[in-house]
């Protein structure tokens, strides 16, 4: 069986020592905002328009130090992690679809959470979470707890 895999991007985003999470019915987890990347963007851009659109909060993504020249193009700057998740697993154990995360940083301007898409979810679906509120919910899955600690304290370092 072959697998499909898709390019998606999530961003946690930080403001005042918090990360916004908010809760996905259909995956039935608490996720920070994120989705496919489109044919015609590259991933952080999906990044920023995907906080946009699920929280309309305007948010400045954390960008890593770039070193290489090309002549025939540009280093992209990284994502702070890519991760693979697989979507759709059959019961003989076989992957037939997969995301391909690339994870971003973001602070955030404000807490005003006021999503502009139609089929978004209300801002009252949205927390802010500290560290210690990450660490004692759990129904968090360990990733979103670990990358959410790394987010809020690499904002917060950007920020000192």
Do not use: C, K
């Not at 809760?23 to 328009?49: F, I, K, N, Q, S």
């Not at 700057?77 to 995301?99: K, R, S, T």
Request: hydrophobic letters at 40%.
């Amino acid at each position: 069986m072959e697998t499909t895999r898709h390019f998606t991007a999530t961003t946690y985003v930080v403001h005042d020592g918090a990360l916004a999470l908010h809760y996905h019915d259909r995956l039935d987890m608490w996720v920070a905002p994120g989705g496919h990347v489109d044919r015609d963007e590259l991933p952080r851009e999906t990044a920023r328009r995907e906080v946009r659109e699920e929280t309309g909060l305007d948010v400045d993504l954390l960008e890593p130090e770039t070193s290489v020249i090309a002549e025939a193009g540009r280093e992209l700057a990284p994502a702070e992690h890519v991760m693979l998740f697989d979507i759709d697993v059959y019961p003989d154990g076989e992957v037939g679809h997969q995301h391909i995360d690339h994870v971003y940083f973001a602070e955030a301007t404000d807490r005003n959470v006021d999503p502009e898409g139609d089929d978004e979810a209300d801002a009252e679906a949205w927390e802010w979470y500290t560290a210690d509120d990450l660490r004692a919910d759990d129904e968090l899955t360990t990733e979103v707890v670990e990358i959410g600690v790394e987010a809020i304290e690499r904002v917060e370092a950007r920020s000192a």
